[in-house]
C-alpha cells in the first residue's frame, strides 16, 4: 500500500506533466495570437529541468527564426509571444495551483 | 494638453532614449537617431546607427492591483483645479507596459557606445521615466525594469551580406489607466432612432406606437 508520502510525490509529478501541457498551450495561444506561423506555433512547447525549473522550449532547428519572430530583424516588426508569456505564466501558475493541487494536496494531507 | 495613457509613455520612453551620440574617425558628434517601429528602408540604411521603440505587450498588473474611491481636485491631472471643486473616481486600473528597444549599427565602436549609453538609461530595476500628466502641470517618475537583453548581431542574409550590430532590450513600464479614460472610450448613446415603418415587419411582432 502507497505511503502518504508517496501519494503526494505522485499527485505532485502528475500536477507538473498537466501544469506543462496547459503552458505548453497557453504559450501556442499567445504564438497564435501575435501572428506566428502555424508551423513554428506547433514546434514550441514548455518543459521543466531535473530541478523543477519551467522554460520555454522551442524547436533548435527553428531557433533562429524563432528569435527573429520574437525580436523582429532589419525586415521585420518584432511579433513577441515568449516575453509575454513569461510575463503572464506566473498568474496561470498560480491558478493551476489553487485550482488543481491545492485542494487535492489539502485531502492527502487529511486537512479537507 | 498632454498625453493621456500609453501615448504619454511612448513619448516619455522616445524623450529618455533620444539625444544619444556616438564617434567614429569622421563624425565626432555622430546622433543616434529614435524611431518608433523600423524607419523606411531608403533611411536605416542612410541613418545607420539608429534606435526603435515598440510596445510589445500591456499587462494587467493584478499584483498592485487596489480598489476603492479616490478624491482630489484635479481629477488626476486631467483637470485644471477650481477651488471648491472636488473630483472623486475609482482607483485607476493597474497595467504594465512592455517595450522593446533596440539599437541597430554597423560599426562595433558604436554599438558598444549606444549599449553603455542605454544601459544607463536603462539601470536594471532602478530605472525611472519621468511621464507628463495630461494637464502638463506634473511629472509622475514610473518604476522601469530592464527585463532583459538579447545581442542580435548579424552578419549575412537580411543585412545584404553587411554586419549589423544589434541590441534588444525588454522595458517594462509601470502604468495606469483612469477608469475615466475607460469610459471616455465608450461613446454614449445620445439618440435612439425607432423606425416607424410599419411595413417588413414579421408575423408575430407589432409595430410600435
Known sequence: MASKSDNIDALVADAGDDLLVLLTEYIRTIAYKSGWPANYISNMKVSMTDDSTIYVDPNPDMQEDIDDLEYGNLNALPNAAIRPFILRAPDVIEQFIEEKILPKLLVELGVL | ?209
Open chain 2, 1 to 209: 494638453m498632454g498625453n493621456p495613457f500609453i501615448i504619454a509613455e511612448d513619448l516619455a520612453l522616445k524623450t529618455l532614449v533620444q539625444g544619444m551620440t556616438v564617434k567614429d574617425d569622421n563624425n565626432q558628434n555622430r546622433p543616434v537617431k529614435v524611431w518608433f517601429g523600423y524607419p523606411d528602408v531608403e533611411i536605416r540604411t542612410q541613418d545607420f546607427p539608429f534606435v526603435t521603440i515598440d510596445l510589445i505587450d500591456i499587462v494587467p498588473a493584478n499584483d498592485r492591483q487596489t480598489s476603492g474611491i479616490l478624491v482630489d481636485t484635479d481629477n488626476r491631472g486631467t483637470q485644471a483645479p477650481v477651488a471648491g471643486y472636488s473630483y472623486e473616481y475609482r482607483i485607476p486600473v493597474a497595467y504594465d507596459l512592455v517595450y522593446q528597444v533596440s539599437s541597430y549599427c554597423r560599426h562595433p565602436r558604436h554599438d558598444r557606445a549606444i549599449m553603455f549609453q542605454l544601459m544607463n538609461k536603462f539601470p536594471s530595476k532602478f530605472g525611472y521615466l519621468i511621464v507628463p500628466n495630461e494637464l502638463g502641470t506634473e511629472n509622475s517618475s514610473r518604476t522601469m525594469f530592464l527585463d532583459g537583453f538579447v545581442k542580435r548581431d548579424a552578419v549575412d542574409g537580411e543585412t545584404g551580406n553587411r554586419r549589423l550590430l544589434r541590441n534588444v532590450l525588454s522595458v517594462r513600464v509601470i502604468s495606469e489607466m483612469t477608469p475615466a479614460q475607460a469610459d471616455n472610450a465608450i461613446k454614449n448613446v445620445e439618440y435612439v432612432h425607432i423606425n416607424n415603418t410599419t411595413s417588413s415587419i414579421p408575423s408575430g411582432y407589432h409595430p410600435v406606437h
